[in-house]
């Protein structure tokens, strides 16, 4: 078994090595994307590029490999359309690709908002003199953090308040769709 039963969804290199059915000889990942792969699914896409809104379309398909000192099953997740070659996803999940990707996807969101605790509220340069105390202070800032994800999560667009945060964070742009940043600029500013 791999890991103790633990489902996995990593990108991998292009160059990276396995083997391909049950024939020995090793072939590229990207050689199994490009000759072996079917792209036989679509997907359409939304992108955020820097406040400008694109709409893509990306082609998926999947592919059984191995790895010499694994014996369980692992998948091959080829995504054409988000650069000049594929995204490569490896996993053991036995999923529809379109299901994967947007699980990869997802982890995005996380890194985003992990991201955005460190840096907006400065959580790097927190100074406690126990774990307990370091442990109760994130515990804190994830419950406003929290807080204010279900409150912009209703889409309260006519709420005062909303606003006039919004306005205090003197954006040149319009307000991107993770608006935590600009309420973390806009709450600064009024303190």
Do not use: C
């Not at 103790?4 to 969804?9: E, G, K, S």
């Not at 820097?50 to 592919?63: A, D, I, M, N, T």
Request: charged residues 30%; positive net charge; proline residues 3%.
């Amino acid at each position: 078994m791999l890991l103790d039963n633990l489902r996995f969804i990593i990108r991998i290199k292009q160059e990276r090595l396995y083997l391909l059915g049950n024939n020995r000889k090793k072939k590229k990942a990207k050689d199994i994307a490009e000759r072996f792969i079917e792209y036989n699914q679509r997907y359409k896409l939304e992108i955020d590029n820097q406040g400008f809104k694109e709409k893509r379309v990306v082609e998926l398909g999947k592919k059984k490999v191995k790895i010499l000192q694994i014996k369980e099953e692992l998948w091959l997740v080829a995504i054409k359309g988000f650069g000049d070659k594929p995204m490569l996803l490896l996993t053991n999940v036995d999923k529809n690709p379109v299901i994967i990707l947007e699980m990869y996807l997802t982890r995005w969101k996380v890194e985003e908002s992990i991201r955005f605790l460190k840096q907006e509220y400065n959580l790097e340069d927190v100074r406690v003199r126990s774990y307990p105390g370091l442990r109760n202070t994130v515990s804190f800032l994830l419950a406003v953090f929290y807080f204010l994800s279900v409150y912009l999560g209703r889409k309260l667009k006519l709420n005062i308040l909303l606003k006039k945060i919004y306005e205090k964070a003197k954006r040149f742009f319009q307000i991107p769709p993770f608006k935590h940043y600009a309420l973390a600029d806009g709450i600064f500013r009024i303190f």
